[in-house]
């Protein structure tokens, strides 16, 4: 089979074709015919040698986030039949509950194998079934983006009807909370340099929108849009740059889900958040059981993941450099077959 490996973070050269047998699936394991993989900023970091986690860079296989059909059941497989279409749980370990203490250990494309390969053997108990109306491409979007999306707004205090959440920027995870928390009745403020990136936004369920480079001091503008309440939900995706104007835009008890690392800043004053009185709370990801909740309501709700570009499998460097870009809006794909 065909498979992409990784052996040092060289960059954007860190992805390298190579040719690996066809594994077969042991008793519990099933064998997927992985047919798209999509990118996530996490990939970027690994290439880099920016990422904080486990990783083993020992010809690892890029990519956590993947979806593909059974084409073999090992000896014992109870939960799914051949045929099936599926995507791999980010963290293979965590299935539900409190999160696991070996959930960096077992993630997808960082301390074990991805899913940037033609074929994959997964334990039955890491793979969860696509909504119906999802194609592959649409599928593979789902394990990390949306999944850390739903953690964000449901996994420690549930989203509301009625309540506000903001997002920031335009990528996956912050696509997939706009659309999952439209879909929840709850209005949504978005932010971006964009003007161009805003208006997809509000075709996708925004309510309100701040260009960041027109209101620098955009925490402000959230007060405004809010009657100075504040918002009860933030998706925090940039980090230590971000994070002092998140704090600023939440209300007494509101949440902020911490996510990326997009921007970079001074180190926060634990008072600001001590006088926001707000909960901040990093979020990895989230266990399989979250990942069916989830797709239960992308199903109920018919949500269709949004995706930029899709490239062929033979393209995945070029994909890798066109997330670099950053001008994407939701997801970067790559057709494998």
């Not at 899913?115 to 890491?126: A, H, N, P």
């Not at 002092?244 to 001074?266: D, F, K, M, N, V």
């Amino acid at each position: 089979m065909r498979a992409y490996e990784m052996s040092a973070a060289a960059g954007l050269e860190s992805w390298k074709s190579a040719e690996r047998p066809k594994p077969e699936p042991g008793r519990g394991q099933v064998l997927v015919r992985m047919r798209a993989a999509s990118l996530n900023y996490r990939d970027l970091l690994i290439c880099q040698g920016r990422y904080p986690f486990a990783i083993n860079l020992d010809r690892l296989i890029p990519v956590s986030d993947g979806a593909g059909e059974i084409v073999a059941l090992g000896e014992g497989v109870r939960r799914f039949r051949g045929g099936e279409r599926v995507a791999g749980i980010f963290s293979q370990s965590w299935l539900g509950g409190a999160q696991v203490a070996d959930t960096w250990q077992t993630a997808l494309g960082g301390a074990i194998d991805g899913v940037l390969t033609e074929y994959r053997v997964f334990d039955e108990g890491g793979l969860v079934t696509l909504p119906d109306h999802l194609s592959f491409e649409e599928g593979a979007t789902l394990p990390c983006a949306a999944v850390t999306a739903w953690n964000a707004l449901y996994g420690l205090k549930p989203l509301r009807a009625g309540e506000t959440v903001l997002t920031l920027g335009t990528g996956g995870v912050s696509i997939f909370a706009i659309q999952l928390a439209h879909a929840a009745g709850a209005r949504v403020i978005a932010t971006s340099s964009s003007d161009a990136k805003l208006e997809r936004a509000r075709a996708l369920g925004a309510h309100d929108t701040i260009n960041y480079r027109t209101h620098p001091d955009w925490e402000g503008e959230v007060r405004r849009l809010t009657g100075g309440v504040g918002v009860d939900h933030v998706v925090e995706v940039g980090g230590t740059g971000t994070l002092p104007r998140s704090i600023a835009s939440t209300r007494p008890g509101g949440h902020i889900g911490l996510i990326g690392l997009l921007a970079q800043g001074e180190a926060i004053d634990p008072l600001a958040i001590l006088g926001a009185s707000c909960i901040v709370r990093g979020v990895a990801v989230g266990p399989r059981e979250m990942f069916e909740d989830m797709n239960r309501s992308i199903a109920l709700h018919a949500i269709q993941p949004v995706i930029d570009q899709v490239f062929g499998f033979d393209e995945a460097p070029a994909a890798l450099a066109a997330l670099a870009e950053a001008s994407h809006v939701g997801k970067i794909v790559i057709r494998i077959g």
